[in-house]
């Protein structure tokens, strides 16, 4: 079947009512997993992202070291228990609706966010899309690892990547949409032939409005009772560090 056109969605605060780092990082810390200079991370980089000035490579740094303290399937196990109590519940029933009746018109759906492609991929799962943009970094010796793939989903990366995944199917973004919250997804927003604004921040929304891009506002609980399982990823999650061997 020929593609007419790719709708990218963005994760935070456009499909899910909050960042999904700061929902896992509150659960770590509930859990004990984590101490008060998380916190102070997370409602720093909360507080720079409002303004548009995240240090993005900070961010990924901090994060991905951290997640690298656990064996993966550890990891895992954390991130599955976050995703369903923080991050399921949370998910918006119209991101949901609205990917569903773009793939009833033959439109192909990706979730294109800065977030790790764990989360994003449960998420994928969950409402049904068809592939993700994702963060991704490799899994060595079964931990990850902070060697982030270049370019970062985020700004300006994740408009060269949108741009070659539509490339790559034959697609100029100009016959694609994106909907999206962020004045820092700007690049991508203004790439698309189809942008939309969903819930969005006061300065895209006056941008929107004066550009005529549909605004729109998504609230609703999806309702998900049954968590999603990732099921294209970049390592194997059973993966586990070799046994130190004895010395003799």
């Not at 101490?35 to 961010?59: C, D, H, M, S």
């Not at 949370?90 to 990706?110: D, K, N, P, Q, S």
């Not at 408009?159 to 100009?174: Q, T, V």
Request: net charge neutral; proline share 6%.
């Amino acid at each position: 079947m020929e593609i007419s056109s790719i709708a990218f969605f963005d994760l935070d605060h456009t499909l899910l009512d909050g960042a999904n780092g700061n929902l896992v990082v509150m659960y770590m810390v509930k859990k004990g997993l984590l101490g008060w200079e998380a916190i102070w991370k997370a409602l720093k980089f909360t507080f720079l992202y409002r303004l548009n000035k995240l240090p993005r490579e900070e961010v990924y740094r901090w994060t991905f070291q951290e997640c690298g303290k656990y064996p993966i399937d550890e990891l895992i196990r954390m991130l599955d228990e976050a995703y369903e109590s923080c991050i399921m519940p949370r998910l918006f029933r119209e991101g949901a609706e609205c990917i569903a009746a773009h793939r009833a018109r033959g439109h192909l759906t990706v979730i294109a966010t800065a977030a790790g492609e764990y989360i994003s991929e449960k998420v994928r799962v969950q409402l049904g899309a068809d592939d993700k943009i994702a963060a991704v970094a490799p899994v060595r010796d079964g931990y990850l690892t902070d060697e982030l793939e270049r370019p970062l989903p985020y700004g300006e990366g994740k408009e060269e990547l949108a741009r070659a995944y539509a490339a790559a199917r034959g697609l100029d973004l100009s016959a694609c949409y994106f909907y999206s919250d962020s004045l820092a997804d700007l690049p991508l927003l203004e790439a698309v032939g189809h942008p939309v604004a969903v819930n969005p921040q006061r300065r895209l929304r006056r941008l929107a409005v004066k550009r005529g891009w549909p605004v729109l506002r998504w609230n609703t609980p999806a309702g998900f009772t049954q968590p999603s399982r990732a099921v294209r990823l970049t390592f194997d999650p059973s993966e586990r560090p070799a046994p130190a061997e004895e010395s003799g």
